[in-house]
């Protein structure tokens, strides 16, 4: 079992940069791959990027690739997306996730473990 933490959401203006985390409980983080979701009011839940348990390999949706990193700190149980040139579309709660996993993972039903969310604003 897993419990997921995120943190750093808020109101940022377009163009500024954000850094959320997601803390994890349990002893076998790195044996998790993980991964980041959003969701936009009435919109799909829909992937952002993800993280093999290794840190190794990573994996962005297009609208963010270039714009957001996904890292992971596996002494400290976190993983981290770093939001940069931040644009009003890219306004949701964001959510993290975890699995049992090697692999690099993108689709929201291979992932087992949620965390809350946290909002991330951006104006324009």
Known sequence: QVQL????????QTG??????CAASGRTFNRYAMGWFRQAPGKEREFVAAISWSGGNTY????????????RDNAKNTVYLQMNSLKPEDTAVYYCAARLSKD?????????YWGQGTQVTVSS
């Open 60 to 71: 962005y949706a297009d609208s963010v690739k270039g714009r957001f990193t996904i890292s």
């Open 5 to 12: 933490v995120e943190s750093g959401g808020g109101l940022v």
């Open 104 to 112: 690099i993972l993108t689709r929201r039903f291979e992932y087992d």
């Open 16 to 21: 500024g940069s954000l850094r959320l985390s």
